[in-house]
C-alpha cells in the first residue's frame, strides 16, 4: 500500500533516525546499533471492544515513539528519554531483577517489554537505550503503546528474534497488562505494530485476523483531523478496568464467551435477559453490540468508496460512548458539538476515554475552520486551547536508522 510520497517518508525516517542516534551519542558516549520508530494511533471506528474479542479499526499516526539502542553485555537496562530530566537522567535497571510493580514512572514501559521477553522465553540481556517521542501523553493516541512497541522492534532485531508483527503487538500488551498493570486490550499495541501507510486496519481481536482497508481521504476531498482536547487522562485509574470488569461481568451473565458474541439482531432479547436492577450493565453491553455493527458499517462504506458516509457514523459512536458507556467528558463532548456545527461531517472521541482526542471527518477545505471554530468554543467555555493536526495514515513499527 506504499505510494509515491514513500520517498518522503524514508527521508524524514533517515533525518529523524540520524537525529535519535546523536541523542544516543550525547547521552552515552557511544553510537547505538540502530535506531528504531512505532507511531502512535487514532482508532477511527471501535472504541472499548478490543477486549470484548470485537472489530476495531485504528490509522498509524506520522508521530511515533524512536528508539536509538545498543546491546549491553553485563544485564543492566539503561533507559533514558529526551522528554525526560535532562541528557543525565538515566533510568538504570537489572534486566534479571525486572518485576511487573517494581519501576515506576515512563520507564515502567520499556522495561517491561524486556520483562515480557524474558518472560516468554527469550533470552535477552541488557541494552542503552535512548528514546524520543512525538505523540502527545495522555491524549488517546497510543503513547505507551508506541513506546512499548518500539523497544519490542529493537529488542527482536538486536537480538535476532524473529518475531513477527503480531507477535511483537502481544508481547507489547503483555507488558502493558502484567508489567505497567493497565488491562487493555490489543488494538493499540496491533496497530503501532501492524498498520500500512495508506490504510486503516481491519482486525478482529479474537483470532487477530486482519485486512488493511484503504483509505485514500485525499482522493475523496477529506482529512482526518484529530482534536487533542489536552485533558489528560489515566487508564491505570480504575475506570478504564471497571468497565473491562462489566463487559466480563455481562458476558458471563449472557453466557457469552465474550460480548462480542452477542448478535446485533439479538440484543434487545439479550438485554432483557440481564437482570432488572443491572441497568448499568445493559449500557455497557449496548455500547460493544453497536459498535461492532458499526465497525462492519464503515468497512462497508470504505469498501464501497462511500468515505463521506462514514462521518454520521462516527457521531453515533462517540453518543454511545458519552451515554450508555460513559467514558467522555465535557470537552470532548464540546470539541464534537462544535466540529458537528461547524461542517464536519462526523466526530468522535477517540482512545479509552476521560479526556483525550477527538476525531473529526472534515472536508478539505473546512479544517482550518472547524479548528478555528472548535478553540473558539473552547475558549468562550473557558478551556485550555486544543491542539489540531491532521492524521495522514503512516507505517507501522520499523527500522529507521
Same mark, same amino acid.
Given at each position: 500500500?506504499?505510494?509515491?510520497?514513500?520517498?518522503?517518508?524514508d527521508?524524514?525516517d533517515a533525518?529523524r533516525?540520524?537525529?535519535?542516534a546523536?541523542?544516543?551519542a550525547?547521552?552515552y558516549g557511544?553510537?547505538?546499533?540502530?535506531?528504531w520508530?512505532?507511531?502512535?494511533?487514532?482508532?477511527l471506528?471501535g472504541?472499548h471492544?478490543?477486549y470484548?474479542?470485537?472489530?476495531?479499526?485504528?490509522?498509524?499516526?506520522?508521530?511515533?515513539?524512536?528508539a536509538a539502542?545498543?546491546r549491553r /553485555?553485563d &544485564?543492566?537496562?539503561?533507559l533514558?528519554?529526551? @522528554?525526560?530530566?535532562?541528557?543525565?537522567?538515566?533510568v538504570?535497571?537489572?534486566?534479571?531483577a525486572?518485576?511487573?510493580?517494581?519501576v515506576?514512572?515512563?520507564?515502567?514501559?520499556?522495561?517491561?517489554?524486556?520483562?515480557?521477553?524474558? *518472560?516468554?522465553?527469550?533470552?535477552?540481556?541488557?541494552? %542503552?537505550?535512548?528514546?524520543d517521542s512525538?505523540v502527545?501523553?495522555?491524549? &488517546?493516541?497510543?503513547s505507551s503503546?508506541?513506546?512499548e512497541?518500539?523497544?519490542?522492534?529493537a529488542?527482536?532485531d538486536?537480538? #535476532?528474534l &524473529?518475531?513477527?508483527?503480531?507477535?511483537?503487538?502481544?508481547?507489547? @500488551?503483555?507488558?502493558?497488562?502484567?508489567f505497567?498493570?493497565?488491562?487493555?486490550?490489543?488494538?493499540? @499495541?496491533m496497530?503501532?505494530t501492524?498498520?500500512?501507510a495508506?490504510?486503516?486496519?481491519f482486525? %478482529?481481536?479474537?483470532?487477530?485476523s486482519?485486512?488493511q482497508?484503504?483509505l485514500?481521504l485525499?482522493?475523496? &476531498?477529506?482529512?482526518?483531523?484529530?482534536?487533542?482536547?489536552?485533558?489528560k487522562?489515566?487508564?491505570a *485509574?480504575?475506570?478504564?478496568a471497571?468497565r473491562?470488569?462489566?463487559?466480563?461481568?455481562?458476558?458471563?451473565?449472557?453466557?457469552?464467551?465474550?460480548?462480542?458474541?452477542?448478535?446485533?439482531?439479538g440484543?434487545?432479547?439479550?438485554?432483557?435477559?440481564?437482570p432488572e436492577?443491572?441497568?448499568?450493565?445493559? +449500557?455497557l453491553?449496548?455500547?460493544?453490540?453497536?459498535?461492532?455493527?458499526?465497525?462492519? @458499517?464503515?468497512?462497508g462504506?470504505?469498501?464501497?468508496? *462511500?468515505?463521506?458516509g462514514?462521518g454520521?457514523?462516527l457521531?453515533a459512536g462517540?453518543a454511545?460512548?458519552?451515554d450508555d458507556f460513559?467514558?467522555?467528558?465535557?470537552? /470532548?463532548?464540546?470539541a464534537?458539538?462544535?466540529?458537528v456545527?461547524?461542517?464536519a461531517?462526523?466526530?468522535?472521541?477517540?482512545?479509552?476515554?476521560? #479526556?483525550?482526542?477527538v476525531?473529526?471527518?472534515?472536508?478539505?477545505?473546512?479544517?482550518?475552520?472547524?479548528?478555528?471554530?472548535?478553540?473558539?468554543?473552547f475558549?468562550a +467555555?473557558?478551556?485550555g486551547?486544543?491542539?489540531?493536526?491532521?492524521?495522514?495514515?503512516?507505517?507501522?513499527?520499523r527500522?529507521?536508522?
Amino acid at each position: 500500500m506504499r505510494s509515491g510520497g514513500d520517498a518522503l517518508v524514508d527521508l524524514v525516517d533517515a533525518v529523524r533516525g540520524k537525529l535519535e542516534a546523536e541523542g544516543f551519542a550525547a547521552v552515552y558516549g557511544a553510537e547505538p546499533e540502530g535506531v528504531w520508530a512505532a507511531p502512535g494511533r487514532v482508532n477511527l471506528i471501535g472504541e472499548h471492544t478490543d477486549y470484548n474479542d470485537g472489530f476495531v479499526l485504528p490509522v498509524a499516526l506520522p508521530q511515533a515513539a524512536r528508539a536509538a539502542v545498543r546491546r549491553r /553485555t553485563d &544485564g543492566v537496562l539503561r533507559l533514558h528519554s529526551a @522528554q525526560g530530566d535532562g541528557p543525565v537522567a538515566v533510568v538504570e535497571l537489572a534486566v534479571e531483577a525486572l518485576a511487573p510493580g517494581g519501576v515506576e514512572g515512563w520507564a515502567k514501559y520499556p522495561a517491561g517489554v524486556v520483562w515480557a521477553l524474558r *518472560d516468554a522465553g527469550h533470552v535477552v540481556g541488557g541494552a %542503552d537505550v535512548h528514546i524520543d517521542s512525538d505523540v502527545p501523553t495522555g491524549a &488517546g493516541l497510543s503513547s505507551s503503546a508506541a513506546l512499548e512497541c518500539v523497544v519490542a522492534a529493537a529488542y527482536n532485531d538486536l537480538y #535476532g528474534l &524473529g518475531l513477527s508483527a503480531v507477535q511483537l503487538a502481544l508481547i507489547a @500488551q503483555r507488558a502493558e497488562n502484567a508489567f505497567v498493570g493497565v488491562p487493555c486490550g490489543i488494538m493499540d @499495541q496491533m496497530a503501532s505494530t501492524c498498520c500500512l501507510a495508506g490504510g486503516a486496519l481491519f482486525l %478482529d481481536t479474537r483470532d487477530l485476523s486482519q485486512r488493511q482497508v484503504p483509505l485514500d481521504l485525499g482522493a475523496a &476531498g477529506l482529512r482526518l483531523l484529530v482534536l487533542d482536547t489536552r485533558v489528560k487522562h489515566d487508564l491505570a *485509574d480504575g475506570a478504564y478496568a471497571e468497565r473491562r470488569a462489566g463487559c466480563e461481568r455481562a458476558a458471563g451473565l449472557l453466557g457469552v464467551r465474550a460480548l462480542r458474541d452477542v448478535a446485533y439482531e439479538g440484543l434487545g432479547a439479550a438485554l432483557e435477559r440481564l437482570p432488572e436492577g443491572e441497568l448499568e450493565l445493559r +449500557a455497557l453491553v449496548r455500547h460493544v453490540v453497536t459498535e461492532d455493527a458499526r465497525v462492519e @458499517q464503515v468497512i462497508g462504506l470504505l469498501d464501497a468508496g *462511500d468515505l463521506r458516509g462514514v462521518g454520521p457514523v462516527l457521531t453515533a459512536g462517540h453518543a454511545s460512548l458519552r451515554d450508555d458507556f460513559r467514558v467522555s467528558c465535557a470537552e /470532548t463532548d464540546l470539541a464534537v458539538e462544535a466540529a458537528v456545527a461547524a461542517g464536519a461531517l462526523g466526530a468522535r472521541m477517540t482512545g479509552g476515554g476521560f #479526556g483525550g482526542s477527538v476525531v473529526a471527518l472534515v472536508a478539505e477545505g473546512d479544517v482550518e475552520r472547524v479548528a478555528g471554530v472548535v478553540a473558539a468554543a473552547f475558549g468562550a +467555555a473557558g478551556y485550555g486551547a486544543p491542539r489540531a493536526f491532521t492524521a495522514v495514515p503512516s507505517e507501522g513499527a520499523r527500522r529507521v536508522g
